[in-house]
Nanobody
């Protein structure tokens, strides 16, 4: 059974950077489409970024384009979300999620389509 563990969150000042990690245990992440979602207090969960299985595609929400970069390290079975030029509105709990390539090889940012989720990591952008 696939288990996802996020790390890398924390408190950062506006304009700063963080790198979130999503480590996979139990199965090879390269065979999964991996999405990053976030949820701020009082708001709905939103899709932030995604990388298709075997890097077939990537997706970025308009609000993070040019600032966030998603990538894989297959040797470490980990997907990263590099977040630069952070803004206060990026404050949220960030979750990674996975769906097998047999079900969804490309990025479709519907939370219900992802069957495996991590526990989340808090990102707070504040001065």
């Amino acid at each position: 059974q696939l288990q996802l563990v996020e790390s890398g969150g924390g408190l950062v000042q506006p304009g700063g950077s963080l790198r979130l990690s999503c480590a996979g245990y139990g199965l090879t992440l390269d065979y999964y489409t991996i999405g990053w979602f976030r949820q701020a207090p009082g708001k709905e969960r939103e899709g932030v970024s995604c990388i298709g299985s075997s890097d077939r595609s990537t997706y970025y929400a308009d609000s993070v384009k040019g600032r966030f970069t998603i990538s894989r390290d297959n040797a470490k079975n980990t997907v990263y979300l590099q977040m630069n030029s952070l803004k206060s509105e990026d404050t949220a709990v960030y979750y990674c999620a996975a769906v097998p390539q047999a079900i969804q090889a490309m990025c479709v940012m519907t939370a219900g389509g992802f069957g495996s989720w991590g526990q989340g990591t808090q990102v707070t952008v504040s001065s």
